[in-house]
């Protein structure tokens, strides 16, 4: 045997341990591929919980103040006749909204978030922001937030219908009359 059949020989076994190397490497990156797939499953779960959790707290807010309520009920018809202590509560409520809204936004347009749980927050805003008290807030605040924000409520408020999300609610406003939200 000469160092050419030798060399013929090794180049042989050499092939043959790269391609058992790529059948074993072949599994690895199917089980990689899996567990990188499941990892994702699991952050869209873990924002979504989040993000329900949020929300959970913005109603509580409202729910458990009764004065605060009022004061949301009045600052949807109009922010400027709001006192000031109550035109800022309403202003900071509406801050941690939008923040909310934001926050989710980003999330749907980074592909986090499912488009039905985009579409269900959206007909939210869409309610929230056609009242000319949050419309009022916001033209005072929106330098806060990103131009594409910016531009999806704005998007949002041209298209919004009448403000009748809370069309159901009324406010008393003296004894025995009542202003209704609508």
């Not at 490497?25 to 591929?33: D, G, K, Q, S």
């Not at 949807?76 to 709001?82: A, H, M, T, V």
């Not at 347009?109 to 039905?116: E, I």
Request: glycine share 8%.
């Amino acid at each position: 045997m000469n160092w050419e059949e030798v060399g013929a020989i090794g180049q042989v076994v050499g092939a043959i341990g790269q391609v058992a190397a790529a059948c074993g490497l072949i599994p690895t990156l199917f089980y990689l591929a899996m567990q990188v797939r499941e990892q994702n499953r699991a952050n869209r779960r873990a924002s979504l919980d989040l993000h329900s959790q949020q929300q959970i707290e913005l109603i509580r807010t409202i729910n458990e103040s009764a004065d605060f309520g009022a004061i949301y009920l009045r600052g949807l018809l109009s922010f400027d006749s709001l006192d000031p202590v109550s035109r800022l509560r309403f202003g900071a409520y509406l801050m941690r909204v939008f923040r909310y809204w934001d926050g989710i936004y980003f999330h749907y347009t980074d592909g986090a978030m499912p488009p039905q749980f985009w579409q269900s927050v959206r007909r939210q805003i869409q309610d929230v922001v056609a009242y000319p008290g949050v419309q009022a807030w916001w033209d005072t605040r929106k330098h806060w937030y990103t131009e594409e924000f910016n531009g999806l409520i704005a998007t949002i408020i041209e298209e919004a219908p009448s403000s009748n999300a809370y069309a159901a609610y009324t406010l008393p406003t003296a004894p025995g009359t009542a202003a209704s939200i609508s």
